[in-house]
């Protein structure tokens, strides 16, 4: 199978990771998942990768001393599949400088609010508290902060009076999966560039 070598890092239910499966089952598509990683045994992602037939691993910060050694492993562990892109998609740690040595300007991250709205793990629950009309979600390319990496693509998401936060969360991520799926054909296929905050996918 050829295309842009993807591995994907899960914590969670791993949806998002299916809709990549899903998308590169294209040929055309232009990206292959290589391998899946994750910080935590027993996920439903791991098992999707499992059943997808994907070398899965899984990297533990309690097995280790110190983070920045957990980090030196995640890394070593990505690395070792040969990425062109690294997808945290649901994975619920940030990296420290050794992956973002290795993998900077080529590790994206999917988020559930239109960035630079709502950063952090609670983005739907404070989008719908704050009482936005429309969210959304967010690709973008990782740095050293929280959710404040140069964006990559967006889409957004109609807030609904009735809506809590499981509904409107499953709405955005119907959105994000089509989002991020899309995003990684496109930078697999036309390559992208990154100048400052500016993303540009295509030559
Ligand atoms: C996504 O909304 C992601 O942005 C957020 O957690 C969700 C992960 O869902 N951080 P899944 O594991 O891909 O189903």
Redesign the pocket.
Known sequence: MPGARVVVL????????QALLDAAADPGYGAQVVAVGADRDGIE?LARAQRAGLPVFTCRVTDHQEREAWDSALTSACAGFQPDLVVS??F?KLVGKSFLERFGGRFIN???SLLPAFPGMNAVRDALAYGVKVTG?TVFMVDEGTDTGPVIAQETVRVSDDDDVAAL?ER??VA?RALLAGTVGRMAREGWSVDGRKVRIGR
């Open positions: 899960v914590s969670g239910t791993g949806t998002n990771l992602g998609a649901g619920l999917t988020h559930p979600c969360h955005i991520k994000e």
